[in-house]
């Protein structure tokens, strides 16, 4: 089936870094969606893309959908501890298409 | 306040008990699916809703029964749990096919 890439599978920071996580995929999606979970929780939509080229921002995070609809970009900025958590993209190819996930990034932050 | 409510949050059942976890939005949502979560694999799709009465099957069915008799309510049954089913479940709502999905809280469940 389709699938979404994501890597590495965990991800150490320093306080106040920036870090920037891909997702890239073999398939065209139409949208891409990113998701943080933190311990314990369900997924939350931090993001949501709609468009190839667009650039959406979210406060200190910064989500790309790429030209060529096959990948994805979420940038943090100036990390903060409350920043730990699980990172999932996820892709929809058409509006009778399922979600597709990847398999998330765990992002730890060091103060 | 919006939100999808799953019961229980956590399960401990042993071998070929039956079990239903409940799934429930408030948000009016037509579309609504199941979830496992593995270590190293993310979010896998059991099953899905696109509305009353109309449910098909995601990457990982097998095994599992969803029902959705109304708008709000999606449970997902295990009709003889398995230790392989020993996983996070999470339950999601849309509103349709191209807006964001809400989830549930997850339901941790541990088949012994």
């Known amino acids: 089936g389709q699938q979404l890439n994501q890597s590495p599978q965990s991800m150490f920071i320093q306080e106040g870094e920036d870090v920037s996580m891909n997702c890239t995929s073999s398939?065209?999606?139409?949208?891409w969606l990113w998701y943080k979970q933190d311990p314990g929780e369900g997924p939350v939509l931090l993001i949501a893309l709609y468009k190839a080229g667009e650039l959406t921002s979210n406060g200190r995070l910064t989500a790309q959908f790429g030209i060529t609809r096959k990948d994805s970009f979420l940038n943090i900025s100036a990390s903060i501890p409350s920043d730990v958590g699980i990172y999932f993209c996820?892709?929809?190819?058409?509006?009778?298409?399922?979600?597709?996930f990847g398999k998330g990034i765990t992002l730890s932050v060091r103060p | 306040e919006a939100q999808v409510t799953q019961n229980p949050r956590y399960l401990i059942t042993v071998t070929g008990k039956k079990l239903t976890v409940t799934c429930s939005q408030n948000?009016?949502?037509?579309?609504m699916s199941w979830y496992r979560q593995d270590p190293g694999l993310g979010l896998r799709q059991i099953y899905y809703s696109m509305n009353v009465e109309v449910t098909d099957k995601g990457d990982v069915p097998e095994g599992y029964k969803v029902s959705r008799k109304e708008k709000r309510n999606f449970p997902l049954i295990l009709e003889s749990p398995s230790p392989n089913q020993t996983s996070l479940y999470f339950c999601?709502?849309?509103?349709?096919?191209?807006?964001?999905?809400?989830f549930g809280q997850g339901t941790r469940l541990t088949v012994v």
């Open positions: 398939s065209i999606f139409n949208t």
């Open positions: 999601a709502s849309k509103k349709d096919l191209n807006t964001e999905a809400f």
């Open positions: 948000m009016n949502h037509e579309y």
């Open positions: 996820a892709g929809q190819r058409g509006a009778n298409s399922k979600l597709t």
